[in-house]
């Protein structure tokens, strides 16, 4: 009838662990009208959150009854267990949003673990730091089953603007974060050698930052013409050849040692180039490397 509304459903999450991103998180459901309840160990990490709205459990056991969906944000997945295995009881009809840390095996794991309790596991990877939750070009990739990821899509949606779901499998959300984070962190590392090396020539990182930066920039157009020649086994040395990426390598190697700067990240780069030229690839491309890399050292 006219001038009558309808009630809306009511809209509500557990988020359990209050790190930096937990609290990030359990703030932006209340940013977006969500009634939240909140457990932490160290309950005093809640104090902000429960003077904007969100409700304290006393135990985990409390937390888990409030609502069907709960927000795991911990260190990783051993915290997990030794945060819940108390309280399993209450996992039955609970969906567990595993935001945690950790590998593509113990994702699984933890789903068949959840799911002897009667409570279903979507695994997620979030693809920023604290300050990107709650924005709407942030991205978490999800993977476990479809349908409770569809029926809770808006709800990850408040985590970050993008919610991205590679699968069934719920080890495949854990594996595109660890994709993510071995080119991070590796990046991350190769300009601090940079920098240091620059350093060491008396230069500051911000005189090197430009060519730093546009470097980076490069990377996405190389990334996109190997792609496909690596998927189709292609080496070729027609673009450049191993031999040539080594004798580089080595001078990068050779510039660190003369400034007197640490030589483990360019001494391991170079250790990679040689095995290459010793299994026979210095006139393919330095792609074969990846050959290398699929296998195991051991």
Request: aromatic share 6%; no cysteine; glycine share 10%.
């Amino acid at each position: 009838m006219p001038g009558i509304s309808t009630p809306q459903p009511r809209r509500s999450v557990t988020v359990i662990g209050l790190g930096p991103m937990g609290q990030a998180m359990a703030g932006a459901f209340l940013d977006s009208g969500y009634d939240v309840t909140v457990w932490n160990r160290t309950a005093s990490r809640a104090d902000d959150l429960v003077a904007r709205g969100a409700v304290l459990a006393p135990d985990v056991e409390k937390a888990l009854a409030a609502n069907e969906l709960v927000v795991l944000s911990l260190t990783d997945y051993d915290a997990v267990y030794a945060t819940l295995t108390p309280a399993e009881t209450a996992l039955t009809g609970r969906v567990l949003v595993n935001l945690s840390s950790d590998t593509p095996e113990k994702a699984r794991a933890a789903a068949r673990w959840a799911a002897e309790r009667g409570a279903v596991q979507l695994t997620g990877g979030v693809t920023v730091p604290p300050s990107g939750i709650g924005k709407a070009e942030s991205s978490t990739f999800y993977s476990g089953p479809r349908e409770v990821f569809d029926r809770h899509r808006t709800a990850l949606e408040v985590i970050t603007g993008r919610a991205d779901h590679q699968g069934e499998d719920p080890g495949l959300a854990a594996l595109m974060y660890q994709i993510g984070m071995v080119m991070f962190w590796t990046s991350m590392l190769s300009f601090w050698q940079a920098v240091a090396l620059a350093d060491a020539n008396g230069l500051k990182a911000a005189d090197i930052l430009p060519h730093a930066v546009e470097t980076a920039h490069s990377l996405p157009g190389f990334f996109s013409f190997y792609a496909e020649r690596v998927d189709a086994g292609v080496h070729t040395g027609d673009v450049d050849r191993l031999a040539m990426g080594t004798a580089s390598v080595e001078h990068v190697l050779h510039t660190h040692a003369d400034a007197g700067v640490g030589t483990a990240l360019p001494a391991a780069v170079v250790e990679l180039f040689r095995r290459g030229m010793d299994a026979g690839h210095a006139a393919d491309s330095f792609s074969s490397l990846v050959e290398l890399l699929k296998k195991s050292e051991a």
